[in-house]
């Protein structure tokens, strides 16, 4: 009965796949008005000769403040498969990809950047790695010329440190730009974390994944809003999110330098018994000092990442909060 059972799940799967499609790309947005309608323009040359699949649009609307959800509004008008979520104000990129997950309806779900870094045409190519049978394809970058040197290396960096220290692996040069099946979805609108990584959460998940790489062109339009510093605190985000190893790491740091101390020590200990009392030098005491004195600060800082993020979910606050929804009139 079970080998029966299973049989019939495998059957009526690849029915599903093989049959009509709904599509949901979810778009985040902030100040991105002079990109969506090259972006729109994009979509519907890729999906207007596609009939079999159904698509819908969702944009959330980040806290843009310039016109950037009129826009969206005007091009509503013109195409009915476009939704829109406003938020209340600015959440991050994060919170507005939760927004987009909660609402899409699609049996296959797309992030994807409004910039058209991610190429949109690869979609197609996704959606039959899909009918193959596989919960996710990732989009794989297998070039960085487009990023400065500095974005390399941290990048690089992060993932190799993350990687190392993690139980959960994120896969490398790979963002937000993949398709998901809808039961990786439900999933993920299941965790009830506020402060998401949402590269994390992707890979936590797990499921059957395949990849498509490209070559990733630079930005056509407008400007990114992650500056240096949000990179920063998105990779302290990823790093304190998923592994509490950092803590172990600083207290295999501190065995070490106490280790190195004590046989520093013995060695002082033995040269004056030898050759009588050595005066030490002011320079090698103060340097000692700051050298001890940094390393506690660190681990202090270290222990506050983590417990400032434990206060932030106790309190329970929603990810983000949604102002309003514009649905197309045609749904209403």
């Not at 979810?26 to 159904?54: C, D, G, Q, R, Y």
């Not at 104000?89 to 910039?115: C, H, M, T």
């Not at 400007?223 to 295999?252: C, H, Q, V």
Request: hydrophobic residues 45%; glycine residues 8%; charged residues 25%.
């Amino acid at each position: 009965m079970r080998i029966y059972n299973g049989f019939i799940g495998v059957f009526m799967d690849r029915l599903i796949r093989n049959a009509s499609l709904k599509v949901s790309l979810i778009t985040p947005v902030m100040n991105e008005f002079e990109a969506l309608p090259l972006f729109l323009e994009n979509i519907k040359s890729i999906f207007n000769s596609h009939n079999e699949l159904n698509l819908e649009m969702i944009f959330i609307n980040d806290g843009s403040t310039d016109d950037t959800l009129s826009k969206l509004l005007q091009l509503q008008e013109d195409d009915p498969r476009i939704r829109i979520i406003n938020l209340s104000r600015n959440f991050g990129k994060e919170a507005a990809l939760s927004a987009g997950l909660k609402v899409a309806k699609g049996q296959v779900v797309i992030p994807i950047d409004v910039d058209l870094q991610d190429p949109p045409e690869l979609i197609l190519e996704m959606i039959k790695l899909w009918r193959d049978g596989f919960d996710v394809v990732l989009g794989r970058r297998i070039n960085r010329d487009s990023d400065s040197f500095a974005k390399k290396i941290s990048a690089n960096s992060f993932y190799w440190i993350h990687n190392k220290i993690s139980s959960i692996k994120l896969p490398e040069n790979v963002g937000d730009f993949r398709l998901m099946d809808r039961c990786v979805i439900d999933e993920l609108n299941k965790l009830p974390e506020s402060r998401r990584f949402m590269k994390g959460l992707f890979a936590w998940v797990g499921f059957k994944t395949t990849y498509i790489d490209y070559i990733r062109p630079s930005r056509i339009l407008g400007k990114t809003k992650f500056n240096g510093w949000r990179l920063w605190n998105l990779a302290l985000e990823g790093l304190t999110s998923f592994t509490p190893d950092l803590l172990k790491l600083w207290t295999y740091f501190g065995v070490l330098v106490s280790m190195f101390a004590f046989i520093f020590g013995v060695y002082v200990l033995i040269k004056v018994l030898i050759y009588g009392i050595d005066v030490p030098g002011y320079a090698s005491i103060i340097i000692s000092v700051m050298f001890l004195g940094g390393l506690q600060l660190i681990g202090i800082g270290v222990l506050g990442e983590y417990l400032g993020r434990t206060y932030l979910e106790s309190k329970r606050r929603p990810a983000y909060i949604v102002s309003q929804i514009f649905e197309p009139k045609v749904n209403q």
